[in-house]
C-alpha cells in the first residue's frame, strides 16, 4: 500500500473519532447542566481542557469567556480550532476523499452526507433549538460509519490502518477525559463524596459510553472503579488498554511480525506500553498519581503515532497539509 494513502485512512478514522468523542462529552455536558447549580464557567471551561486547546481560546475568546455559546462555537463549528467538529469532519472528508478507491462507495456517501450538514451550520446559534439533534447525528453516524466498514471493506491492510488511528485516537481521548475529570471538573472540594460527586463519575462513564458496562460489572460508581474501568479493563472497546491492544494488533497485522516482538519504532513503543498496562493496577497508580500516570500515557500515545509516521510515512512522502503529522500527537495540542 502506498503510504499516502495509508497516511489518509489512518488520519480519516483519527478525525471522525476525534469527531465523534467532542460531540458525546458536550452532549454529557449539557445534560448534567440540568442536575447541577453550579457556574456555567466551571463545567464549560474543562471541555476546552480535555482537547488541549485552551491557548487558542483565549486566544480567541478571552481569558474569561468560557460561556456555554462561547465553548460551542469553540468545539462544534470554529474552522480555526482544528479539533472542533467542524475542522475534524472537514479534515476527514478531505482525507476520504483522497483515499476513495481504497473504503466502500457506502463509506463515502455517508462522509460526504455528514460533512454536508456540519458545513450548513455556520453558528451556534443555528443549532441552540436543536443542539441535541445535531450531536446525536454526529455520533450515530461516526457510528455507523465505523459499522460500514466493518460490513464493507475487507479486512486487509486498509482496514488495519483504519484500525490504527481509531485505536490510538481513542486511547487517547478516554485518557483526557479521566484526568480532565480528576482534576478540574468539581467546583470545589467541598463536594467531594457528595452526591454532586457521584453524579460527575456517572457523566464520565457516559462521556466514554460506558455507563451500561460500567454497571453491570461493578454495582456502585466509585472514583477508583471508574478510573480502573476506562484506563485497565481489557474487555471495554473505550478503555485504554484495550484499545492499546486492538492499535498493537493492527500494527503487527501490517508489518507481518508476530506480536511481542518488534522490528521498528512504532512496534517497540506500543509494544512496551502495552505491556505496562498489562501489568498495571490501579492502586498503584493512584499512589504515584492518576495525573501523572494519565500524562505520561499520553505523552506515550504520541511518540507512538510520531514513530508511526516517522516509520511508514515521513521516509516515503513530504508531509502533506491536512493529513500529515501536524496532530500525530492525537489532540492537536
Not at 485512512?9 to 458525546?24: D, F, K, P, Q, S
Not at 472497546?237 to 494488533?249: K, L, T
Not at 512496551?272 to 499520553?298: K, M, N, P, T
Request: aromatic share 10%; with cysteine; charged share 25%.
Amino acid at each position: 500500500m502506498l503510504s499516502r494513502v495509508a497516511n489518509s485512512i489512518y488520519w480519516m478514522c483519527r478525525y471522525l473519532e476525534r469527531a465523534e468523542n467532542v460531540a458525546r462529552f458536550i452532549d454529557v455536558n449539557m445534560h448534567l447542566m440540568l442536575d447541577l447549580s453550579v457556574e456555567s464557567a466551571s463545567q464549560w471551561g474543562p471541555l476546552v481542557t480535555t482537547t488541549g486547546g485552551e491557548a487558542l481560546f483565549r486566544e480567541r475568546y478571552g481569558e474569561d469567556a468560557a460561556t456555554q455559546e462561547n465553548v460551542l462555537q469553540f468545539l462544534m463549528l470554529d474552522r480555526e480550532n482544528v479539533n472542533s467538529i467542524s475542522s475534524c469532519v472537514r479534515a476527514a472528508r478531505e482525507n476520504a476523499r483522497s483515499v476513495r478507491d481504497s473504503i466502500s462507495s457506502e463509506m463515502w456517501e455517508l462522509i460526504n452526507r455528514m460533512h454536508l450538514r456540519v458545513a450548513n451550520a455556520t453558528t451556534v446559534s443555528d443549532l441552540m433549538e436543536v443542539p441535541y439533534e445535531f450531536l446525536a447525528d454526529i455520533r450515530e453516524t461516526s457510528h455507523l460509519f465505523l459499522g460500514m466498514a466493518e460490513s464493507t471493506m475487507s479486512h486487509n491492510e486498509a482496514w488495519h490502518w483504519a484500525r490504527l488511528g481509531r485505536s490510538i485516537e481513542r486511547a487517547d481521548q478516554t485518557s483526557r477525559i479521566v484526568d480532565v475529570k480528576y482534576y478540574f471538573v468539581l467546583p470545589t472540594l467541598e463536594y467531594v463524596g457528595t452526591p454532586y460527586d457521584t453524579l460527575h463519575w456517572a457523566a464520565l462513564l457516559k462521556s466514554a459510553t460506558a455507563f451500561e458496562m460500567y454497571r453491570k460489572k461493578y454495582p456502585r460508581i466509585t472514583p477508583q472503579r471508574v478510573t480502573e474501568f476506562l484506563i485497565l479493563d481489557r474487555e471495554f472497546p473505550r478503555s485504554v488498554h484495550h484499545c492499546v491492544i486492538c492499535a498493537e494488533e493492527s500494527l503487527h497485522a501490517i508489518t507481518g511480525s508476530p506480536v511481542g516482538t518488534f522490528h521498528n519504532a512504532a512496534e517497540q513503543r506500543l509494544g512496551r506500553l502495552r505491556s505496562d498496562l498489562d501489568f498495571a493496577r490501579i492502586d498503584e497508580i493512584i499512589a504515584v498519581g492518576l495525573h501523572e500516570y494519565l500524562d505520561s500515557i499520553q505523552s506515550r500515545l504520541i511518540e507512538a503515532g510520531a514513530a508511526i509516521f516517522d516509520t511508514f510515512i515521513a521516509v516515503k512522502q513530504e508531509p502533506q497539509s491536512g493529513v500529515s503529522r501536524q496532530s500525530a500527537g492525537g489532540s492537536g495540542s
